[in-house]
């Protein structure tokens, strides 16, 4: 547990560090006193992942998240992340289901119009179960395991106007371990969605 509250300290503070250290790279003056005057409404970013599909079982992403725009270029925020992945083989008369249940934490900064950096600190629990089809009888014990995952890389988004974009981001998890990760390789490549709910 201790871990788990030093992995949620180092990303909260890498993320403050990490937007507030880019803002002030900039100079926006008048930028930044039009930003000052929108209400909180305006500044709420609504987005999230969804993945759907089926190739000998079900495949199910739902990852949304809420973010608050603390200037034109930063955004910090906090998500779910729910994943489901259940694949069935009749010839061995075998049902699998994994699922991954978890939270995020994330800042995001706009480094020239389109482009982003983005941080995102993840802790999910995994959980896998099989079992006999033709008796629903689990077969050994199910497997369980909480892993952390710190990811950082770029993203680029595009606006369809009246709040309303999608992006795709590149990240890396720093630290990946192949033997407790439910991911594959410390890569991951999103397409989300997005709203912003000031326009």
């Known amino acids: 547990m201790n ?4 992995y949620i300290l180092t990303a909260f503070a890498f993320l403050i560090l990490f937007s ?14 039009a930003f000052k005057k ?14 759907l599909g089926y190739a000998n079982g079900l495949n199910l992403n739902i990852s949304p998240t809420l973010g608050y725009r603390l200037t034109p270029d930063a955004i910090v925020g906090a998500g779910i992340i729910f994943a489901y992945y259940g694949r ?3 010839n061995l008369d075998l049902r699998a289901r ?3 249940v978890g939270g995020r934490l994330f800042a995001q900064y706009r480094v020239i119009q389109n482009l982003y950096l983005r941080s995102d600190f ?23 395991r909480s892993f952390p995952a710190w990811l950082a890389g770029a993203g680029y988004s595009t606006n369809f106007g009246r709040g309303l974009g999608m992006s795709i981001e590149a990240l890396y998890d720093i630290l990946y371990d192949p033997n407790i990760s439910y991911y594959p ?15």
């Open 3 to 6: 871990n788990f509250i030093k």
């Open 20 to 33: 507030t250290t880019l803002e002030a790279q900039r100079d926006r003056a008048e930028e930044r006193e």
């Open 38 to 51: 929108l209400p909180l409404k305006e500044r709420l970013v609504l987005g999230g992942n969804f993945g």
């Open 88 to 90: 069935t083989d009749r």
């Open 98 to 100: 994994n699922s991954s």
């Open 122 to 144: 993840e802790y999910e629990r995994f959980r896998s179960t099989t079992e006999v089809i033709s008796t629903g009888v689990e077969v050994g014990e199910p497997f369980s």
């Open 185 to 199: 390789s410390p890569w991951r490549i999103r397409v989300g969605a997005g709203y912003s709910f000031g326009g």
